[in-house]
């Protein structure tokens, strides 16, 4: 059986990555979204075992500690981790998985897991990604430094993703990713024993 595909996708805080994903979620139910869990709290709307499974610390570093976690990351003060189980068993099921994941978790997948695309996500300008991280401006300086250099670092990795979409506007920005989700099921490496079916006589 041809194992199943994951994509990952990853983008520096407010370029509507959510969103996209949410997106593409909808027009392919086939897709499981990996829930994380989080150590953050949930935000107004968030959904416990939708958007994330929210814990605590110690229940993080007990999970991590139990090897639990196929890759995991701090990230603005919040630990975050994807279930290997999870993960696991969607692909050993031939399911594809979506990991919504920043870069140095999608990194750790990358050694452990085959079959994977990496796509980042950036939106349509610089400037504009320095207003984004500005936010609504309500926010300290502190944390609007924090998020600066949170993106640059995050920048740094998109050398080794496979693909770039540049979301200057959400409708071309999800029909790019549908596009490479598409291509990936008609990868000849992703279709090996489908191939091997249909050659033996
Ligand atoms: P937020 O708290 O805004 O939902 O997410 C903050 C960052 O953590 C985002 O870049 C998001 O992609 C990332 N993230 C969410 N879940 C995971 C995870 O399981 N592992 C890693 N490494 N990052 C995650």
Redesign the pocket.
Known sequence: MDKGKFIVV?AP?GTG?SSICRRLLQACPEIQFSV???T?KPRPGEVEGKDYFFISRQEFQKRLDGGDFA???E??G?L???SIRTMKESLAKGTTVLL???P??AKQIKKKFRGGVYVFILPPSREELLLRLEGRGHEESAVIRARYAQAESELKEISWYDYVIFNNDLETAVHQLLSIYIAQGCKRSNLRSKIKKFMTK
């Open positions: 990853s805080s990555k994380s869990y989080t953050r890759e995991w990351a990230s603005y919040h975050y981790g994807t919504d994941i920043e140095r978790g």
